[in-house]
């Protein structure tokens, strides 16, 4: 019932009393490594490659992510796709890449038991990586009908369109999913010189969630890093984003509801201020929930929530049947807030809250990882994913309402619907509308 | 003298054995005087405990005239009750108590769950005990909650999966749609009274139709004194209501039916085929060769991903069955390359025609799916807070023993098995299959030539 949409990203991880040890970080060969012992039977790693989508130009986007995609499913020097992929299934081995705004990420999943198969092939993958041509027809052809399916997700194009929209001129507009022309275009050999390009040591840090003796994991990661060049140094560059003024950009689209997005502004993860805007913005989630849904019955899915990446923004999300009350409920509450500021009540339980959070984001070695990796990369010290709780208790009240003050401002708005279904005047004029009066019933 | 004590106390631990479920290690299950059933599960991996409670309600105990209310009802739960009798004050206990907190309606289960710190424990279970036994139902609540409900309908009609999910499962459950479709009907949500909520609850919301579990870092016998203290005196129904309120059989698909939906939403084309297949009540070995038939084909080494992906028809193909007390769907689903949507509609076929044939996966195949199925296992106990909601699961629509049997009586499924579901459930079966693609694609690949019974 509830979305959990309101997690923030940012959440981080509370060393657990059932772990055997504490975590650390070696450097190998030049490179971090980050190591959590995790007391269980599965074993974790990420191979985290910074830059995103810094890395590429907006023709291109789209290489990254083809490129993460290759190294599993377009063979090795040593295993062709198929054999490759054969040996994974014997142990239900999970070998994939992902990629996001900042950074890709190459992932290994396993049974600690058989982490001895799936290893080499995770090292092969990265080293010796093949590209065969023809397997690469056929994954570009996937990832063309892939985003043809993003295309009919809602929530997807919705996402994309505000990225676009709120973005446009700015290393965040491109999507790292890429575009169909620029899919088109790609070749085998371009993509695996990309991949060359940005797989180096400069660029990347290592996360292992599990329990592998240190010995026997200095091996292994130093003979993975031997086999990856230093390449020029790399920093990841910060910018942010502040709408001068409220906008609002609408798309008809043959949907059920109305979907709309808004983007503000936001701190970025390793600045003053991020602690307590996020206390304030899964507060402001929760006033969302309660003014949008529960009083006025406007939506299932309201949701407000802030990114802390390399460009960090704040979101307020809706689908309504009614954007234009949406919206005087939604900027009367901002407007409320920013007026009375949030109660110091609310200011301890949402710490309460997090402290749940961060233990339930404990649980599992993959989540466990993800926190580590964005505590490394967005806020420069893995350390923090490890004393967020008591890092959030200095944070007082007053701290939350000047970060909501200071960061809630206009909004870019973008729509996808039935246009003539909603004003976009209530969306940017600059006083903010009244409520309209409640229906009755009966 | 000592013979018969011995034999008499080995009659009494007979007598607890057999109303005690098999449970893995660390799981505990007792049943209160009113009928309710109490699970924990002591896990310390984190400092949190779980707690959940799950109702032998959902779709399947919905006629026309009910469709959509037992999700509804979830909502409900979250509104008001005689100890937070607004949602606001209800809001506000969960923050008080740092919750994490949600429900869910399926189509056998209806299922409520809070997560917080272990030393919440009793708050919790008195927080859920007054939203689950002393609801209020207002006119006024209600009416902000039908628009809320119906907007979750509404997200999902505009999404070209759901709408093809829609259309293919009306045509394959006839006129007990109803009864498989947890999402309901517009005009049943939106014309939904406090009347209407109050029969729901006295017919299911009763001790003997449900399950609490506790899990996580908790002392299994404080758990129990307390769920015994707190819900012990939860007024049981007369009788069973899954036998005093019986569910009507489903009939089976009479023919094969084929349907082609065009929406401008879906950009690309996809397919949907469903038969009805094996259910817990009737056939539970064939709801474990469907599992393993299923995680055969997801192998990559498997015909019908060769067939299929390796040849670059589709970008991915998947088999899945639906482990059910009443008739379970296998449903394929299928996101063809839309120049290849002819070839792969007669590759599907083409494979699906050799399911039953002796060669169509290797002991190398089933050995590796099993090999799977027992890493699943591991994963599948990795999340404290998960296990809850995958043994209510079990329970609503099989048994705690076949939870508990699952992965040991997985290993023992032969290729006679799966051959026998095979044949039983799907090879010359009637089924429905439907494609949803946008008008443009539909006049350039045409499948209303070949998409066809």
């Given at each position: 019932m509830k979305n959990i949409i309101c997690c923030l990203i940012i959440i981080a991880a509370i060393s657990v009393h059932a772990q055997q040890s504490k975590p650390y970080d070696m450097m190998v060969n030049g490179v971090k490594v980050i190591v959590v012992p995790s007391g269980n039977e599965i074993i974790q790693v990420s191979l985290v490659i910074k830059g995103?989508?810094?890395?590429?130009?907006a023709n291109k986007a789209g290489i990254e992510k083809m490129a993460m995609k290759a190294?599993?499913?377009?063979?090795t020097e040593k295993d062709d796709k198929n054999s490759f992929k054969n040996k994974l299934d014997e142990v239900d081995g999970q070998v994939y890449g992902y990629t996001q705004k900042d950074a890709s990420y190459f992932q290994l999943n396993c049974i600690k038991s058989d982490l001895e198969t799936v290893w080499p092939l995770y090292v092969d993958a990265l080293?010796?990586?093949?590209?065969?041509a023809k397997e690469f027809d056929r994954i570009r052809e996937e990832a063309i009908n892939n985003l043809r399916q993003q295309e009919s997700n809602p929530d997807a194009d919705l996402q994309k369109m505000a990225m676009e929209t709120a973005f446009?001129?700015?290393?965040?507009?491109?999507?790292?999913?890429?575009t169909i022309d620029n899919l088109k275009t790609l070749t085998s050999t371009e993509t695996k010189n990309y991949f060359k390009s940005i797989l180096t040591r400069a660029k990347i840090f290592i996360v292992v969630v599990g329990d592998i003796p240190k010995e026997d994991l200095e091996k292994k990661m130093g003979s993975l890093i031997e086999k990856i060049p230093q390449g020029k140094t790399f920093e990841l560059k910060r910018s942010s984003y502040v709408p001068q003024a409220n906008s609002f950009v609408p798309k008809q689209k043959d949907v059920a509801t109305n979907y709309i997005m808004g983007i503000s502004s936001a701190p970025a993860?390793?600045?003053?201020?991020y602690l307590a805007s996020a206390l304030a913005s899964n507060m402001f989630y929760d006033k969302m929930f309660l003014e949008v849904?529960?009083?006025?019955?406007?939506?299932?899915a309201p949701a407000a929530y802030i990114t802390n990446g390399a460009t960090p923004y704040s979101v307020m999300y809706v689908t309504t049947k009614e954007p234009d009350k949406f919206i005087a409920v939604a900027r009367n509450t901002v407007d409320k807030l920013k007026k009375d500021g949030f109660p110091a009540d609310d200011v301890k339980n949402t710490k309460t809250t997090y402290a749940t959070y961060q233990y339930y984001d404990n649980e599992a070695n993959s989540s466990l990882c993800s926190m580590v990796a964005f505590n490394e990369l967005e806020?420069?010290?893995?350390?923090r994913a490890f004393t967020l709780k008591e890092d959030l208790q200095p944070i007082t009240p007053a701290d939350v309402n000047t970060v909501f003050n200071k960061y809630i401002g206009n909004f870019t708005w973008v729509y996808q619907g039935?246009?003539?279904?909603?004003?976009p005047t209530l969306f940017t004029q600059k006083a903010t509308p009244p409520v309209p009066a409640e229906k009755k019933a009966f | 003298m000592k013979k018969k004590w011995l034999s008499l106390c080995f009659c009494w631990f007979a007598l607890i054995a057999i109303g005690q479920p098999r449970l893995p290690q660390n799981y505990y299950w007792q049943k209160l005087d009113n009928g309710l059933e109490v699970v924990v599960i002591e896990n310390h991996k984190v400092p949190l405990a779980t707690i959940e409670i799950a109702v032998?309600?959902?779709?399947?105990?919905?006629?026309p005239e009910y469709s959509g209310l037992s999700h509804l009802f979830e909502h409900m739960f979250f509104k008001a009750n005689?100890?937070?009798?607004?949602q606001e004050k209800f809001l506000k206990r969960t923050q008080e108590l740092g919750a994490i907190w949600n429900g869910t309606t399926g189509t056998e289960r209806v299922n409520y769950f809070f997560t917080f710190d272990k030393d919440s424990l009793e708050a919790g279970l008195k927080f859920m005990n007054a939203a689950i036994r002393f609801p209020i139902y207002r006119e006024e609540d209600m009416q902000k909650e039908r628009p809320v409900v119906d907007g979750e309908f509404q997200r999902g009609e505009s999404d070209p999966g759901f709408q093809l999910w829609i259309e293919t499962n009306k045509r394959v459950w006839g006129d007990l749609f109803t009864r498989k479709n947890?999402?309901?009907?517009h005009d049943i949500i939106n014309t939904a009274t406090p009347e209407k909520m109050m029969v729901i609850k006295d017919k299911y919301y009763v001790p003997n139709n449900s399950l609490l579990v506790v899990c996580g870092d908790v002392n299994p016998d404080l758990a129990f004194s307390l769920a015994k203290k707190i819900y012990g005196d939860w007024k049981p129904a007369d009788m069973d209501p899954q036998k005093k309120y019986p569910i009507p059989d489903f009939k089976p698909i009479e023919k094969t039916n084929y349907f082609i939906k065009e929406s401008s939403i879906a950009k690309t084309p996809t397919m949907m085929m469903i038969w009805q297949g094996p259910d817990f009540r009737n056939d539970s070995v064939g709801t474990l060769a469907a599992d393993v038939f299923s995680r055969i084909l997801s192998l990559n080494s498997s015909k019908w991903q060769q067939a299929l992906i390796d040849k670059g028809f589709a970008s991915s193909a998947s088999i899945n069955y639906q482990t059910s007390r009443y008739v379970g769907p296998i449903e394929i689903d299928i996101t063809p390359i839309p120049g290849k949507l002819k070839e792969c509609y007669q590759e599907v076929m083409n494979q699906i025609s050799k399911f039953?044939?002796?060669?169509?996966?290797?002991d190398a195949d089933l050995q590796k799916a099993k090999e799977g199925l027992k890493r699943q296992q591991i994963r599948q106990m990795?999340?404290?807070?998960?296990l809850a909601s995958q043994l209510t699961f079990w329970w609503c629509s099989t048994s705690l023993n076949y939870m508990t049997d699952y992965f040991p009586a997985m290993d023992k499924i032969t290729r006679d098995d799966i051959r026998k579901y095979v044949s039983k459930y799907i090879s010359g079966k009637p089924y429905v299959a439907g494609m949803i693609i946008n008008a443009e694609m539909s006049t350039q690949y045409k499948p209303t030539d070949y998409f066809k019974n």
């Amino acid at each position: 019932m509830k979305n959990i949409i309101c997690c923030l990203i940012i959440i981080a991880a509370i060393s657990v009393h059932a772990q055997q040890s504490k975590p650390y970080d070696m450097m190998v060969n030049g490179v971090k490594v980050i190591v959590v012992p995790s007391g269980n039977e599965i074993i974790q790693v990420s191979l985290v490659i910074k830059g995103g989508v810094q890395n590429y130009a907006a023709n291109k986007a789209g290489i990254e992510k083809m490129a993460m995609k290759a190294l599993t499913e377009c063979g090795t020097e040593k295993d062709d796709k198929n054999s490759f992929k054969n040996k994974l299934d014997e142990v239900d081995g999970q070998v994939y890449g992902y990629t996001q705004k900042d950074a890709s990420y190459f992932q290994l999943n396993c049974i600690k038991s058989d982490l001895e198969t799936v290893w080499p092939l995770y090292v092969d993958a990265l080293t010796i990586p093949k590209f065969d041509a023809k397997e690469f027809d056929r994954i570009r052809e996937e990832a063309i009908n892939n985003l043809r399916q993003q295309e009919s997700n809602p929530d997807a194009d919705l996402q994309k369109m505000a990225m676009e929209t709120a973005f446009k001129g700015m290393d965040y507009a491109k999507s790292p999913s890429g575009t169909i022309d620029n899919l088109k275009t790609l070749t085998s050999t371009e993509t695996k010189n990309y991949f060359k390009s940005i797989l180096t040591r400069a660029k990347i840090f290592i996360v292992v969630v599990g329990d592998i003796p240190k010995e026997d994991l200095e091996k292994k990661m130093g003979s993975l890093i031997e086999k990856i060049p230093q390449g020029k140094t790399f920093e990841l560059k910060r910018s942010s984003y502040v709408p001068q003024a409220n906008s609002f950009v609408p798309k008809q689209k043959d949907v059920a509801t109305n979907y709309i997005m808004g983007i503000s502004s936001a701190p970025a993860a390793n600045s003053k201020d991020y602690l307590a805007s996020a206390l304030a913005s899964n507060m402001f989630y929760d006033k969302m929930f309660l003014e949008v849904r529960t009083k006025n019955g406007l939506s299932y899915a309201p949701a407000a929530y802030i990114t802390n990446g390399a460009t960090p923004y704040s979101v307020m999300y809706v689908t309504t049947k009614e954007p234009d009350k949406f919206i005087a409920v939604a900027r009367n509450t901002v407007d409320k807030l920013k007026k009375d500021g949030f109660p110091a009540d609310d200011v301890k339980n949402t710490k309460t809250t997090y402290a749940t959070y961060q233990y339930y984001d404990n649980e599992a070695n993959s989540s466990l990882c993800s926190m580590v990796a964005f505590n490394e990369l967005e806020v420069g010290d893995w350390h923090r994913a490890f004393t967020l709780k008591e890092d959030l208790q200095p944070i007082t009240p007053a701290d939350v309402n000047t970060v909501f003050n200071k960061y809630i401002g206009n909004f870019t708005w973008v729509y996808q619907g039935d246009p003539k279904q909603v004003n976009p005047t209530l969306f940017t004029q600059k006083a903010t509308p009244p409520v309209p009066a409640e229906k009755k019933a009966f | 003298m000592k013979k018969k004590w011995l034999s008499l106390c080995f009659c009494w631990f007979a007598l607890i054995a057999i109303g005690q479920p098999r449970l893995p290690q660390n799981y505990y299950w007792q049943k209160l005087d009113n009928g309710l059933e109490v699970v924990v599960i002591e896990n310390h991996k984190v400092p949190l405990a779980t707690i959940e409670i799950a109702v032998k309600n959902g779709a399947y105990t919905e006629g026309p005239e009910y469709s959509g209310l037992s999700h509804l009802f979830e909502h409900m739960f979250f509104k008001a009750n005689k100890d937070y009798p607004d949602q606001e004050k209800f809001l506000k206990r969960t923050q008080e108590l740092g919750a994490i907190w949600n429900g869910t309606t399926g189509t056998e289960r209806v299922n409520y769950f809070f997560t917080f710190d272990k030393d919440s424990l009793e708050a919790g279970l008195k927080f859920m005990n007054a939203a689950i036994r002393f609801p209020i139902y207002r006119e006024e609540d209600m009416q902000k909650e039908r628009p809320v409900v119906d907007g979750e309908f509404q997200r999902g009609e505009s999404d070209p999966g759901f709408q093809l999910w829609i259309e293919t499962n009306k045509r394959v459950w006839g006129d007990l749609f109803t009864r498989k479709n947890p999402i309901g009907d517009h005009d049943i949500i939106n014309t939904a009274t406090p009347e209407k909520m109050m029969v729901i609850k006295d017919k299911y919301y009763v001790p003997n139709n449900s399950l609490l579990v506790v899990c996580g870092d908790v002392n299994p016998d404080l758990a129990f004194s307390l769920a015994k203290k707190i819900y012990g005196d939860w007024k049981p129904a007369d009788m069973d209501p899954q036998k005093k309120y019986p569910i009507p059989d489903f009939k089976p698909i009479e023919k094969t039916n084929y349907f082609i939906k065009e929406s401008s939403i879906a950009k690309t084309p996809t397919m949907m085929m469903i038969w009805q297949g094996p259910d817990f009540r009737n056939d539970s070995v064939g709801t474990l060769a469907a599992d393993v038939f299923s995680r055969i084909l997801s192998l990559n080494s498997s015909k019908w991903q060769q067939a299929l992906i390796d040849k670059g028809f589709a970008s991915s193909a998947s088999i899945n069955y639906q482990t059910s007390r009443y008739v379970g769907p296998i449903e394929i689903d299928i996101t063809p390359i839309p120049g290849k949507l002819k070839e792969c509609y007669q590759e599907v076929m083409n494979q699906i025609s050799k399911f039953d044939k002796e060669d169509y996966f290797t002991d190398a195949d089933l050995q590796k799916a099993k090999e799977g199925l027992k890493r699943q296992q591991i994963r599948q106990m990795e999340r404290p807070s998960s296990l809850a909601s995958q043994l209510t699961f079990w329970w609503c629509s099989t048994s705690l023993n076949y939870m508990t049997d699952y992965f040991p009586a997985m290993d023992k499924i032969t290729r006679d098995d799966i051959r026998k579901y095979v044949s039983k459930y799907i090879s010359g079966k009637p089924y429905v299959a439907g494609m949803i693609i946008n008008a443009e694609m539909s006049t350039q690949y045409k499948p209303t030539d070949y998409f066809k019974n």
